[in-house]
């Protein structure tokens, strides 16, 4: 009889104990199991400054306004003013991630290291042709690479020396901290320096005005600011090859000679809510809105 009072008093500590247990685990923290996912509301947080390249400003902030749209707390202001704009500002620690539609220049990696004690982190997010356009009215329809440093450099100032009509030719370029200005200068050009007459503008979109306005003029702009009020002209290798109009198809098999990849430069590798920026802009979602803004995705 003993026994069996002793038997039932151990059952019911064992019960009482396990009750215990389980309350001490209901108020406390799950435990934890190997690949759980963090809890979906938990986002990103954070600020972001993203500054540079004109020619990429629109993406950018298609981009942003998408991933601010899945992540609540984050924000994320974009600013152009150009590629050497906002290296400056990563340089110098104003800007978090920097949109350049150049390379990086030695010198500037080196001065990223010597402020930041961090090396430059160069991330390709989208590929672009630079289309060369004319006035609507201009007969001129083709030009090839020698023809267009040509004229950028000063040796051609009428457009009747290029089978066109008995008319000054206008040049605008962009200003001198575009990534497209250097780029143009470096491969177009030959590193020669641009013609005194040259109007520099401060956007795509401004050199898009002024040839729309100006039967002599001729100017340069991304893929994705083409339009139907401007003529874009077809470029030749040289004068033997075949006339390539830009577009995502002869960017992508690189048969447009005037094409290059677009970037975004960070201090180090990317943290935080600039790296859940950079990757989604690699994402399929972030690539999908580099193909909706007419440049051309890189996967």
């Known amino acids: 009889m003993n026994s069996l009072k ?8 064992a019960a009482v104990v396990g009750l215990l247990g389980t309350v001490a685990v209901g108020c406390g923290s799950a435990p934890k199991q190997d690949g759980a996912k963090p ?6 947080k954070g ?4 500054k540079g390249s004109d020619t990429i400003v629109n993406l950018s902030q298609a981009m942003a306004e998408e991933f601010m749209k899945k992540n609540k707390d984050a924000s994320i202001a974009v600013t152009g003013g150009g590629s050497g704009t906002g290296i400056k500002a990563l340089i110098n620690g104003t800007t978090d991630l920097a949109n350049a539609s150049r390379e990086m220049k030695a010198e500037e990696k080196a001065q990223v290291k010597e402020k930041t004690q961090k090396d430059a982190k160069e991330i390709i997010i989208a590929n672009d042709g630079i289309g060369f356009i004319v006035n609507k009215d201009n007969p001129v329809k083709e030009l090839t690479m020698a023809q267009l440093a040509d004229i950028y450099t000063g040796k ?7 089978g066109g009509n008995d008319e000054k030719i206008v040049v605008y370029a962009r200003e001198t901290s575009s990534g497209t200005h250097v780029f143009v200068k470096e491969h177009v050009m030959k590193d020669k320096e641009y013609r005194s007459d040259a109007l520099l503008q401060n956007s795509n979109a401004a050199i898009v005005k002024e040839v729309e306005g100006n039967k002599g003029a001729i100017g340069y702009v991304g893929l994705g600011y083409l339009k139907d009020s401007i003529k874009t002209l077809g470029v030749k290798k040289d004068a033997n090859a075949a006339a390539v109009m830009p577009s995502e198809a002869t960017v992508k098999d690189k048969s447009y000679p005037v094409a290059r990849p677009l970037f975004v430069y960070a201090a180090g590798e990317p943290q935080g809510a600039a790296k859940a920026f950079v990757d989604f802009m690699l994402s399929s979602e972030g690539q999908a809105i580099v193909k909706k803004m007419d440049f051309v995705p890189v996967k």
Request: glycine share 4%.
């Open 47 to 50: 600020s972001i400054q993203v």
């Open 6 to 13: 002793k038997f039932s008093k151990v059952v019911a500590l």
């Open 156 to 162: 051609v100032s009428n457009w009747k020396e290029l």
């Open 39 to 44: 809890a979906a509301d938990a986002g990103v």
